[in-house]
């Protein structure tokens, strides 16, 4: 079922979330750091920059919880309502494929969950579990590049950035993103963001949007007028954009439905089972497998901080493979 993500529920503040997009951290550390590997001649930049990306947002943030959330196939109300939804992408490259799986062993070491829904992408996960967190009455912070995530964000829902066109100067190196800096950057409440993005589509995504309207023009059309609804009733609107939007009503009503998030998935894990806990022995000798020396240094000190009681070896063996998906997320 679709529902509207306006919907309030005030955080007590006490507790704090934290949801990873986890594909896009995947390609994000792969293009980041590019032709590291390991003396056996395996591809580890992805693994390298995503364990790090990843250790860096629990300093950061301090979470009570966190988890990862993954693409797990693309829903079928969207591909029929858009066959073509997605379809423009290409695949996955090799040397990043082969290092999907050892991070996806890998995080659950780190102390986060890592989770997926068959046939259902991460931002409608991501989107149920920030229901779910609301109305326990956490603060929810999510790490995500993605455009439809931001309809969520309200008091207590933050997105997690590094990027230096949002942090500035002299903020820690990350910002949480709120109501004002969204509606900053996209000239419209974050409730409205689908509004805009029905009326401009996603290229990302492959959503096709009303000629000649991009997100600034979409975005005084929705405050000049209030909201999609109201420019779709057609009442005391421009006849130039009267003009627009009847030629493209039919693609607006579809693409609304498109960028519409899922709040009320099925949650594959409850979030008490999201609780922070490293499993230190197990990350020390995936790290060592991998040969990220300094990193394994600095996991051990932090090991040894907290008194780590069970004794650790480092067999040169491959990081373990779960012997089913469901131990491997």
């Known amino acids: 079922m679709i529902n509207s993500p306006r919907e309030s529920v005030q955080p007590s503040g006490s507790r704090r979330i934290l949801l990873v997009d986890g594909h896009y951290y995947l390609y994000r550390s792969f293009f980041a750091i590019r032709s590291l590997t390991n003396s056996k001649g395996e591809p580890i930049n992805a693994i390298y920059g995503f364990v790090k990306a990843l250790r860096r ?45 050892p991070i ?22 991501i989107a149920s579990y920030v229901m779910e967190a609301r109305r326990s009455g956490m603060e929810c912070v999510v790490a995500t590049n993605d455009k439809d995530i931001l309809q969520m964000v309200r008091d207590g829902v933050s997105i997690y950035s590094t990027a230096k066109t949002d942090v500035g100067e002299g903020n820690g190196g990350f910002k949480l993103l709120g109501v004002p800096e969204v509606k900053a950057k996209w000239g419209v409440d974050p409730g409205l963001i689908a509004d805009v993005l029905a009326l401009t589509g996603d290229s990302a995504d ?51 439905e498109m960028v519409a998030l899922d709040l009320d998935l099925p949650l594959p894990l409850p979030i008490s089972g999201m609780k922070l806990c490293p499993r230190y022995p197990e990350l020390i000798e995936a790290l060592r497998y991998c040969e990220f020396r300094s990193l394994t240094t600095e996991v051990e000190r932090e090991a040894s901080a907290t008194q780590l009681k069970s004794p650790i070896s480092y067999p040169s063996s491959p990081i373990p493979h779960a012997s089913a998906q469901a131990e491997l997320f």
């Open 104 to 125: 996806q062993r890998i995080v659950p070491l780190l102390g986060v969950a890592s989770v997926f829904l068959e046939n259902h992408e991460a931002d409608d996960l």
């Open 57 to 101: 947002m629990l300093s950061d943030l301090k979470p009570d919880y966190a988890a990862v959330v993954w693409d797990a196939g693309l829903p079928e109300r969207r591909t029929q309502l858009q066959p073509e939804y997605k379809q423009h992408r290409d695949e996955m490259p090799d040397d990043l494929e082969v290092q999907q799986e």
């Open 206 to 256: 492959n959503i096709a949007g009303v000629p000649g309207v991009g997100a600034k023009t979409a975005a005084k059309w929705i405050n000049e007028y209030e909201s999609l609804d109201h420019i779709l009733e057609g009442k005391d609107l421009d006849p130039k954009v009267g003009e627009k939007i009847e030629a493209s009503r039919a693609l607006i009503l579809q693409n609304r």
